[in-house]
């Protein structure tokens, strides 16, 4: 197992659970056909029904076999659920939380970040929530974004709302940015750039094979166990639910399972770890934007 020799960062080692060395979450991104919607959003027509019956294929089949993969392994899964695919898919969110897993938002048509004002955001978000409470009787106590892009005042509306946040990248282990507890993804641990592939002569390139992906998964793995960091592993319904990714999930979960100082948690439990440790303190960033180079103003002395 890969193990760091040397430590240069500034940064502490980030402090697991007394026992064990780092910590892994599987995570559910239940998108269905919701960003096909959004996407036709402004269309009163739309002929072809290809790509809605591949995303059909996860609340139908996908979905379901994602659930007997965790209960093999009697793991605790955080599902981040648009709020249209519950409206539309009633079963799901009582099956994930008579389950015991966690249920997340992920925005109520998976609106895109660029796509949406301020006031519709907090609209959004209020009516999600108000749909998970009448589902299931449950306020989410976490948020990922659509496409996992933040702004201030969606941070300050999660913060509000004493929610935690699972969209930025600014660290492998947990942190607070904006005092809201951050609980990083990671692009290279999502199985979409891999393996979404949509057919119609959309795509730029075939999905990856299985097998490499898996060894990098591993790698990561490995790495990250090693350096006291977070492995988010982030699938879809539809794109993971197929049979072969099923096997690859199964081989990267019997490597995760075999050690026993790796901490396997819902996205939720180790939110609540950091917000009550003092990583809280040791990893609290400030909220910056980019200064944008056209801003800048340039003078020639002399």
């Given at each position: 197992?890969?193990?760091?020799?040397?430590?240069?960062?500034?940064?502490?080692?980030?402090?697991?659970?007394?026992?064990?060395?780092?910590?892994?979450?599987?995570?559910?991104?239940?998108?269905?056909?919701?960003?096909?919607?959004?996407?036709?959003?402004?269309?009163?027509?739309?002929?072809?029904?290809?790509?809605?019956?591949?995303?059909?294929?996860?609340?139908?089949?996908?979905?379901?076999?994602?659930?007997?993969?965790?209960?093999?392994?009697?793991?605790?899964?955080?599902?981040?659920?648009?709020?249209?695919?519950?409206?539309?898919?009633?079963?799901?969110?009582?099956?994930?939380?008579?389950?015991?897993?966690?249920?997340?938002?992920?925005?109520?048509?998976?609106?895109?970040?660029?796509?949406?004002?301020?006031?519709?955001?907090?609209?959004a978000l209020e009516a999600s929530i108000e749909l998970f409470r009448r589902q299931v009787g449950v306020t989410p106590a976490g948020f990922r974004s659509p496409a996992?892009?933040?702004?201030?005042?969606?941070?300050?509306?999660?913060?509000?709302?004493?929610?935690?946040?699972?969209?930025?990248?600014?660290?492998?282990?947990?942190?607070?940015?904006?005092?809201?507890?951050?609980?990083?993804?990671?692009?290279?641990?999502?199985?979409?750039?891999?393996?979404?592939?949509?057919?119609?002569?959309?795509?730029?390139?075939?999905?990856?094979?299985?097998?490499?992906?898996?060894?990098?998964?591993?790698?990561?793995?490995?790495?990250?166990?090693?350096?006291?960091?977070?492995?988010?592993?982030?699938?879809?319904?539809?794109?993971?639910?197929?049979?072969?990714?099923?096997?690859l999930l199964e081989t990267l979960l019997e490597r995760v399972c075999a050690d026993p100082t790796a901490w396997i948690a819902t996205v939720g439990e180790v939110a609540?770890?950091?917000?009550?440790?003092?990583?809280?303190?040791?990893?609290?960033?400030?909220?910056?934007?980019?200064?944008?180079?056209?801003?800048?103003?340039?003078?020639?002395?002399?």
């Amino acid at each position: 197992m890969t193990t760091p020799a040397t430590r240069s960062s500034p940064w502490p080692r980030y402090e697991w659970p007394q026992g064990k060395r780092s910590a892994f979450c599987f995570t559910v991104d239940v998108d269905a056909e919701s960003p096909l919607l959004w996407s036709l959003r402004e269309q009163t027509v739309h002929r072809t029904v290809g790509q809605f019956e591949q995303r059909q294929f996860g609340p139908r089949v996908g979905i379901w076999r994602l659930l007997d993969l965790l209960a093999r392994f009697g793991i605790k899964g955080s599902f981040f659920v648009p709020a249209v695919v519950a409206e539309k898919h009633p079963e799901l969110l009582p099956a994930f939380v008579e389950r015991g897993h966690e249920v997340g938002l992920h925005g109520y048509f998976h609106e895109i970040v660029s796509h949406v004002s301020d006031q519709e955001f907090s609209a959004a978000l209020e009516a999600s929530i108000e749909l998970f409470r009448r589902q299931v009787g449950v306020t989410p106590a976490g948020f990922r974004s659509p496409a996992w892009e933040m702004t201030a005042h969606m941070l300050a509306e999660v913060k509000a709302r004493g929610m935690y946040d699972s969209s930025l990248s600014g660290f492998d282990n947990p942190y607070t940015i904006a005092d809201v507890v951050e609980v990083p993804v990671q692009w290279a641990l999502d199985d979409a750039v891999f393996f979404k592939f949509l057919g119609g002569g959309v795509d730029n390139w075939a999905p990856s094979p299985p097998r490499q992906v898996l060894e990098g998964w591993i790698d990561e793995w490995d790495m990250l166990h090693a350096d006291a960091g977070l492995f988010m592993l982030t699938v879809h319904d539809w794109i993971s639910g197929r049979g072969h990714r099923i096997r690859l999930l199964e081989t990267l979960l019997e490597r995760v399972c075999a050690d026993p100082t790796a901490w396997i948690a819902t996205v939720g439990e180790v939110a609540a770890h950091h917000a009550g440790s003092v990583n809280r303190d040791r990893f609290d960033v400030e909220l910056q934007t980019p200064e944008l180079i056209a801003a800048r103003r340039f003078s020639r002395e002399g």
